[in-house]
């Protein structure tokens, strides 16, 4: 079976420090990948997706990042924190083969900006 | 536009009472449906799909949606709520330009009061 790993599970930095956020998917090869940010607990923006080792769609022009380095790691990043990048992170994977939409989503991690 | 909507920011439903939590859809041609509940502070848990055949599809956890095309709809339903089932709801619709992607609803806070 397939399962999503994230972390850290909580983080809090300050302003202006950089960020590294890392999800990793196990039991499955070429996944789709996708991070997702979500704010006060309700609506969820789509950040970044990814459906191959180094191919990355940026959704929203932002202070962040995204990387796939190897095939089921997928980083999110930032050189410098805004109070505004706090929320909560998901990441989720899909599989590549017809039939099978759905996303599958990690634990998440929570972001503080102090 | 395609989008997906979601008219009930909270539904308030007592345990053991049936509950429905709505979902509308505006998508060109056939669409492909999803719902997701997510608890407090974890992520998204898929819930069910609708791609093609009968209308009434089933989940996990005893939830329950039926597809209705001529209403554009696909509410969630369980005949009978639990306490636990107090969560989050997502709908989301399969993105017809881009399918590696999904078009989610702004969410419905479900409360069972026991």
């Known amino acids: 079976s397939q399962t999503i790993h994230q972390w850290p599970a909580t983080l809090v930095q300050p302003v202006g420090s950089p960020l590294s956020l890392e999800c990793t998917v196990e039991?499955?090869?070429?996944?789709?990948l996708y991070w997702y940010r979500q704010a006060a607990g309700r609506g969820l923006q789509l950040l970044f997706y990814?459906?191959?080792?180094?191919?990355i769609s940026s959704e929203v022009p932002q202070n962040l990042s995204a990387s796939r380095p190897q095939d089921r790691q997928f980083i999110l990043s930032s050189k410098k924190l805004l109070l505004s990048d706090s929320g909560f992170y998901l990441c989720?994977?899909?599989?590549?083969?017809?039939?099978?939409?759905?996303?599958?989503f990690g634990p998440g991690t929570r972001l503080t900006v102090t | 536009a395609q989008s997906v909507a979601q008219p009930e920011d909270q539904v308030n439903v007592a345990e053991g009472n049936p509950l429905t939590v709505k979902c509308t859809y505006s998508?060109?041609?056939?669409?492909?449906l999803f719902w997701y509940v997510q608890y407090p502070n974890r992520g998204l848990q898929f819930l069910l799909k609708y791609i093609t055949g009968d209308n009434l599809v089933k989940g996990s956890y005893g939830f329950e949606a039926e597809f209705n095309k001529s209403q554009t709809s696909f509410h969630l339903k369980k005949p009978s709520a639990l306490v636990s089932d107090s969560a989050l709801y997502f709908c989301a619709v399969r993105d017809r330009k881009n399918t590696d992607k999904l078009i989610f609803g702004t969410g419905t806070r479900l409360q069972v009061f026991p």
């Open positions: 039991g499955t090869s070429n996944p789709n």
């Open positions: 990814s459906v191959g080792i180094g191919q």
């Open positions: 998508v060109s041609g056939n669409p492909y």
């Open positions: 989720a994977w899909s599989f590549t083969v017809s039939g099978h939409y759905e996303q599958y």
